[in-house]
């Protein structure tokens, strides 16, 4: 992906909470769009290989999660964590992982990932089709920045991780804002 294009125009299958509903699964089914994401904002994206995966919910995750006050002054609207998982998984994770700030994007199968390039097969991990971990910064749906893990390949033997880490993004809009300025 590079600077300068938009990002897939895609319908995602989520489930959102709604009171309305009785009962232990109040849930209903909503489609959102990429614009319904993306369009007027000034976003982080990132996307990682699975929810509850090591690296994805002790480091990724919660840095973006508990650094969300440092994105927003630095002009971030919404913080994005995708993964090529349903919407149930992705909702339990950001359950389990108490997600406040930080707002969960299922890629069930896999076609937002897919137009962005990302996706790979992790067969040799039992996982199938996967997104390789990237994160971008996304203005009005347009990359504006792009950090994606070294060594892109089918069945990896590792996760590398560092370019897409909250730290990364976080220094680069911050020296994108000194450059303005």
Request: aromatic residues 16%.
């Given at each position: 992906m590079q600077k300068g294009v938009r990002?897939?125009?895609?319908?995602?299958?989520?489930?959102?909470?709604?009171?309305s509903i009785d009962g232990p699964n109040p849930f209903r089914?909503?489609?959102m769009t990429s614009d319904d994401y993306f369009k007027g904002k000034r976003?982080?994206?990132?996307s990682l290989p699975g929810a509850f995966t090591p690296t994805c919910s002790?480091?990724?995750l919660p840095g973006y999660e508990n650094g969300f006050a440092d994105f927003a002054a630095e002009g971030i609207d919404?913080?994005?964590?995708?993964?090529?998982?349903?919407s149930f998984v992705m909702n339990a994770w950001a359950r389990n992982q108490e997600l406040e700030n930080v707002k969960v994007i299922p890629d069930g199968s896999g076609e937002f990932t897919r137009g962005m390039g990302m996706l790979v097969?992790?067969?040799?991990?039992?996982?199938?089709?996967?997104?390789?971990r990237y994160a971008a910064v996304i203005n009005d749906g347009v990359v504006e920045a792009w950090f994606e893990e070294p060594g892109r390949c089918d069945n990896h033997g590792e996760d590398p991780y560092g370019e897409s880490a909250p730290e990364t993004v976080l220094a680069?809009?911050?020296?994108?804002?000194?450059?303005v300025a």
């Open positions: 990002v897939p125009n895609i319908t995602f299958r989520t489930r959102v909470r709604d009171d089914w909503q489609d976003v982080v994206l990132f002790t480091y990724q919404e913080i994005y964590c995708m993964s090529v998982n349903d097969n992790k067969d040799n991990l039992g996982f199938g089709a996967r997104s390789w680069w809009l911050k020296e994108a804002k000194e450059a």
